[in-house]
């Protein structure tokens, strides 16, 4: 009984530094089905956002918390589009480059999102951070759209976005994700040109 006590009563103590653990390990997978272009990231796309809604809320990132919500809804979408929205039976989604016609949209639909986040978390939330989450959060709104019709400029709003949080988590001191999107950071760049490869590939 001593034993279960002792392990109740740490796992009490280190919730958050486990869940931040175990959302870096589903991180890192998803990060490498994201790179390969597997329709296996939107599993990943799933489950991290489920452990994040956690973390998030208790270090005041409000609109990462909501933005999770976004994550669990366009994982579901994404897995849609890359397993069938090439609108060919068993062909998945081509990795393509985001139509030009697309690119005004994006940019009003970011500044709208972004000012709508800025002024909830000004006026209904304590947050200390408020005009860098909620760029972060409308980047991330706009890039998970980008990567779930599989366009390829989606890598770079994401090495933004992971610069972004990189700088967020080591200030709110939540180390294993800054580590984590330390990583994305570097990464969303080779990803973006392993997706080029990978385009270039699908042509011949």
């Given amino acids: 009984m001593d034993c ?3 392990l109740r009563d740490f796992l009490t103590l280190h919730s ?19 790179y390969r272009a597997d329709w296996k990231v939107w599993v990943a796309g799933l489950i991290m956002p489920a452990i994040s809604l956690f973390v998030y809320w208790n270090a005041g990132l409000y609109a990462d918390f909501g933005i ?3 994550y669990l809804l366009a994982a579901i979408y994404g897995f849609w589009c890359w397993r069938w929205g090439s609108g060919k039976k068993s062909v998945e989604l081509p990795i393509t480059r985001t139509p030009r016609r697309m690119w005004l949209a994006l940019a009003g639909a970011l500044i709208v999102v972004y000012a709508g986040i800025v002024y909830v978390l000004i006026h209904f939330t304590d947050s200390t951070v408020p005009y860098w989450d909620a760029l972060n959060t409308a980047l991330s ?3 998970m759209w980008m990567m779930a019709r599989k366009w390829v400029e989606q890598w770079l709003v994401w090495l933004v976005v992971d610069a972004i949080s990189t700088g967020l988590y ?4 939540i180390y294993f994700y800054a580590v984590l999107y330390f990583i994305y ?3 969303a760049w080779y990803g973006y040109r392993e997706w080029e490869r990978k385009m270039q590939a699908q042509k011949v």
Wanted: net charge negative; proline share 0%.
């Fill in 4 to 6: 279960l006590a002792s």
């Fill in 16 to 34: 958050d530094c486990i869940l931040e653990v175990f959302g870096l390990l589903v991180g890192l997978a998803y990060l490498y089905w994201e």
């Fill in 68 to 70: 999770d919500i976004y």
């Fill in 141 to 143: 709104i706009i890039a």
């Fill in 170 to 173: 080591i200030y709110k001191e």
């Fill in 185 to 187: 950071t570097i990464i």
